[in-house]
């Protein structure tokens, strides 16, 4: 290819965009916009579309959280009285069933 070649032929390309009025001038401009705002819109959702079809494979690592007392105990609560007991009952029950499962655990750790 000679670049004299394509040095005049766009030399003249531009030459013929700046003797046009400003109204073709800008319509042209638009038009070049919105072709480009609808492929890269195009190119946008397919690939959005191509993130939430693969969506379950995406493993999220979340660290969990060991808290001694959860939110529920330092909210105020209308019933405390009530559940006073219920609730200690049920906190020493979960207590016992996680020391079983800890001794389990060390049990089968042991054996391996």
Do not use: C
């Not at 529920?72 to 029950?93: G, H």
């Not at 499962?101 to 049990?107: A, I």
């Amino acid at each position: 290819m000679d670049f004299k070649k394509i040095k005049e032929k766009t030399k003249g390309f531009v030459d013929k965009l700046r003797s046009l009025e400003d109204k073709q001038k800008k319509t042209i401009l638009w038009t070049i916009v919105g072709i480009l705002g609808v492929i890269m819109a195009f190119f946008w959702i397919k690939g959005v579309m191509y993130k939430i079809e693969h969506l379950d494979s995406v493993k999220f690592n979340i660290p969990q959280i060991e808290t001694s007392t959860g939110i529920e105990n330092s909210l105020p609560n209308e019933n405390l009285m009530e559940n006073s007991t219920s609730e200690s009952e049920n906190k020493e029950e979960i207590q016992n069933q996680i020391k079983n499962l800890e001794e389990k655990l060390n049990q089968l750790e042991t054996n391996k």
